[in-house]
């Protein structure tokens, strides 16, 4: 099945903004945040889009403008207008979408691009990990100025910074060293290494019903699943994509469920646990696709968002069909 749909696709254009990443609110039904940036990230500044879906598609309901290129966005856990992005300069930006103003702080310590910011899933912490091209990853408190600890370990740029939904405290990182590293912010250290491709890791996420299952997509095209209690080899390898695998998301509704996105301009989504697992690639993009997510509130829609300068919110046919 190639890029067959349900119902319209929800498109939004903005222009001379190569996006980055896209983020369903947790909060709001329909709301979208995209990280985005001139000139494909390499020099020029950034725009971080709000967006609302209504019965015609999508409308723009903000926008703010940053000095550099934003590679990342996350949705407050705890604040439903609060939102973090970070940026090529080094620095993270915390925005209130309630106000048509500057970033409410700016936290400045990486030493290179950040690529990778993510808000704590977890009740009773309200925490934000950061992933650098400074090969660090960073510990913040949106209410503290600076950071509470860095994590080094990682032998180069760091792509993915993603938090257990399960565990508080523990959140794994994806790197060009070729490995995913899983932390403990109680010990600063690495709590286990997994030797997960020869080749660069741009993304992993954590599976939303099993604690030990991880996935990571890749330079080599391939997407393997982790058990953190047996990291001697996968315990799934998908193959299909033909470029990089550039962002990868396990489903919110079903356990087996993940979906991918690559420069190779596609959007693929899987079932790891069926003999046959590629479900539907969809063929929307002209450039490389970067941002991807699954709606918290909608179990078969999806945002992704690419370097063609254009931003979409679908129904794809495998998700509208009992998994």
Known sequence: MSGARVGAVRTLRVPGRHGYAAEFSPYLPGRLACAA???????????LLILDQNESGLRLFRSFDWNDGLFDVTWSENNEH???????????????????????????????????????????EQLVVSGSWDQTVKL?????????CTFRGHESVIYSTIWSPH????????SGDQTLRIWDVKSTGVRIVVPAHQAEILSCDWCKYNENL???????CSLRGWDLRNIRQPVFELLGHTYAIRRVKFSPFH?????????????????????????????????????????????????????????????????????
């Not at 991880?214 to 080599?220: F, I, K, N, R, Y």
């Not at 046959?276 to 063929?283: A, G, I, S, Y």
Request: aromatic share 10%; proline share 5%; with cysteine.
């Open 37 to 47: 940036a001139q000139h494909y990230g390499i020099a020029g500044c950034g725009t």
């Open 82 to 124: 609060i939102l973090v992005t970070c940026s090529g300069d080094g620095s993270l930006q915390l925005w209130d979408t309630a106000k048509a103003a500057g970033p409410l702080q700016v936290y400045k310590e990486h030493t290179q691009e950040v690529y990778s910011v993510d808000w704590s899933q977890t009740r009773g």
């Open 140 to 148: 913040w408190d949106p209410t503290v100025g600076k950071s509470l």
């Open 167 to 174: 565990i508080p405290g523990c959140f794994a990182s994806a």
């Open 214 to 220: 991880l996935v990571t997509g890749a330079v080599d």
């Open 255 to 323: 356990a087996s469920v993940l979906a991918s996105c690559s420069y190779d301009f596609t959007v693929r989504f899987w079932n790891f646990s069926k003999p046959d697992p590629l479900l539907e690639t969809v063929e929307h993009h002209t450039e490389f696709t970067c941002g991807l997510d699954l709606s918290l509130q909608s179990p078969s829609q999806v945002a992704d968002c690419a370097w063609d300068e254009t931003i979409k919110i679908y129904d794809p046919v495998c998700l509208t069909m009992p998994a």
